[in-house]
Nanobody, 124 residues
Framework: QVQLVESGGGLVQAGGSLRLSCATS????????MGWFRQAPGKEREFVAT????????SYTESVKGRFTISRDNAKNTVYLQMNNLKPEDTAVYYC?????????????????WGQGTQVTVSS
């Protein structure tokens, strides 16, 4: 069983920055890719960013490209999401997720384990 715990959310003004962290515990059956998703009120959960096991391959949804950076420290079992130049439309609950296998995926069903989420609110 794998447990994921997100932290780092909060309230920030537009143009500000936050760094989310996702601490993982337990053991997956193989090296795993990780992802960040978000869900705004009244909307479906959507893909934000993903990173492969080695950290050498990443992918982002178009709306965050150039502003968000996903990274991981496998020695610390932690994945990060650095969010810069935040906009009010980035307001959502952000979820960390772990998938089986080392390759990235933008698809929500590919992820097996999920954290409880952390709230990010961007004021205008």
């Amino acid at each position: 069983q794998v447990q994921l715990v997100e932290s780092g959310g909060g309230l920030v003004q537009a143009g500000g920055s936050l760094r989310l962290s996702c601490a993982t515990s337990g053991r997956t059956s193989s090296p795993n890719a990780m992802g960040w998703f978000r869900q705004a009120p009244g909307k479906e959960r959507e893909f934000v960013a993903t990173i492969n096991w080695s950290g050498g391959s990443t992918s982002y949804t178009e709306s965050v490209k150039g502003r968000f950076t996903i990274s991981r420290d496998n020695a610390k079992n932690t994945v990060y999401l650095q969010m810069n130049n935040l906009k009010p439309e980035d307001t959502a609950v952000y979820y960390c997720a772990s998938k089986e296998g080392p390759l990235v995926s933008t698809k929500l069903p590919a992820y097996r384990y999920w954290g409880q989420g952390t709230q990010v609110t961007v004021s205008s």
